[in-house]
């Protein structure tokens, strides 16, 4: 923790002088004291999330101002507000599956943009995914697949989207291949066991890389 302290300071050196270094340091040091007065607190048994958010909004005020506890923890609190509110409408006993999905929606769109791209980001890949399995399944080609990935995520990953599909086809050819070889091996009565076995390993090693083939049980039969 020492030396972590005297790197933090050293870099605040570094990059301020004068009273905004002395603005700097002093705020520094009330932060790793408002951090110590948390460090030996416990929640009470039964406190829920609100009631810890309070606990520590009371420490905060005792070693920040109003502006400082903005700047520095200005988008943990939106986010620790909105979580506590959340759980509350999950638990809450007289709404409906119906109004609960309508105010937690609502609840979502009052976070800050920044936020909401944040709780939105993991859930783009899935979305993508599905809507992509729902236009394939309608018929949709890979005109309509660039469109929607474009659309969805950005033309940018669409291009790198497009581009990993052409190596996957191109790996699935080479699979193909090297299964259709390996069955007609196998298939030879004329190769004894160990020839074939030989032969087998010639055939693998002539297809695949030592990394390729890390792959290859995946594809086997």
Do not use: C
């Not at 870099?11 to 007065?37: I, V």
């Not at 920044?114 to 890949?125: G, S, V």
């Not at 390996?182 to 030989?198: C, H, T, V």
């Amino acid at each position: 923790m020492n030396a972590i302290r005297l790197a933090v300071k050293q870099s605040l050196r570094e990059s301020l002088t004068g009273r905004p270094l002395q603005q700097a340091l002093a705020l520094f040091e009330r932060y790793l004291a408002y951090r110590q007065s948390l460090a030996g607190w416990r929640p009470a048994a039964g406190a829920d999330l609100a009631d810890r958010l309070t606990r520590v909004a009371d420490a905060r005020r005792q070693y920040f101002s109003a502006a400082e506890i903005e700047g520095l923890f200005g988008e943990e609190d939106a986010y620790d507000r909105f979580t506590a509110q959340r759980l509350r409408l999950l638990a809450a006993p007289g709404l409906s599956a119906a109004e609960k999905a309508a105010r937690l929606q609502a609840l979502e769109a009052s976070l800050p943009e920044a936020l909401r791209a944040a709780r939105q980001a993991p859930l783009k890949p899935q979305r993508l995914a599905e809507a992509e399995a729902a236009l394939r399944k309608s018929g949709g080609g890979e005109q309509e697949i660039y469109a929607l990935r474009s659309q969805m995520a950005g033309q940018a990953a669409a291009d790198r989207l497009g581009q990993l599909d052409k190596e996957e086809e191109r790996w699935r050819q080479r699979i193909d291949a090297y299964l259709a070889q390996r069955r007609q091996l196998q298939a030879d009565a004329a190769i004894g066991d160990a020839n074939r076995r030989q032969a087998l390993a010639a055939l693998e090693a002539a297809s695949f890389n030592p990394q390729e083939r890390l792959r290859l049980g995946a594809y086997l039969p």
